[in-house]
Nanobody, 126 residues
Framework: QLQFVESGGGLVQPGGSLRLSCAPS????????IGWFRQAPGKEREGVSR????????YYTDSVKGRFTISRDNAKNTVYLQMNSLKPEDTAVYYC???????????????????WGQGTQVTVSS
């Protein structure tokens, strides 16, 4: 069983930045990817980004390309999501998850992610 600790959410004005952190409390080899997902009120959960642990390969959904950056610090067993140029539509609860998406399939298929954090609220508003 894998437990995540998430942090970094908060209130930010449009155009601002936040950095989310995701750290597993228990190390496991049961997954090869860490993903960030978000869910806004009344909306379905949406995949944001994914990173491959082994080599840092990254993937982003189109709506965040050029604005968000996912990265890892293997020494700290921590994955980050740097969010720049934030927009009101980025407002959501953000979740970190670990899993094994099909390499040639949907890398942000939430059903392929087994372990989830508690979520952290990101609010982008004036």
């Amino acid at each position: 069983q894998l437990q995540f600790v998430e942090s970094g959410g908060g209130l930010v004005q449009p155009g601002g930045s936040l950095r989310l952190s995701c750290a597993p409390s228990i190390f496991t080899l049961d997954y090869y990817a860490i993903g960030w997902f978000r869910q806004a009120p009344g909306k379905e959960r949406e995949g944001v980004s994914r990173i491959r642990i082994s080599d840092g390969d990254t993937y982003y959904t189109d709506s965040v390309k050029g604005r968000f950056t996912i990265s890892r610090d293997n020494a700290k067993n921590t994955v980050y999501l740097q969010m720049n140029s934030l927009k009101p539509e980025d407002t959501a609860v953000y979740y970190c998850a670990a899993g094994n998406p099909v390499p040639d399939g949907d890398l942000l298929n939430s059903r392929r992610y087994r372990y989830w954090g508690q979520g952290t609220q990101v609010t982008v508003s004036s």
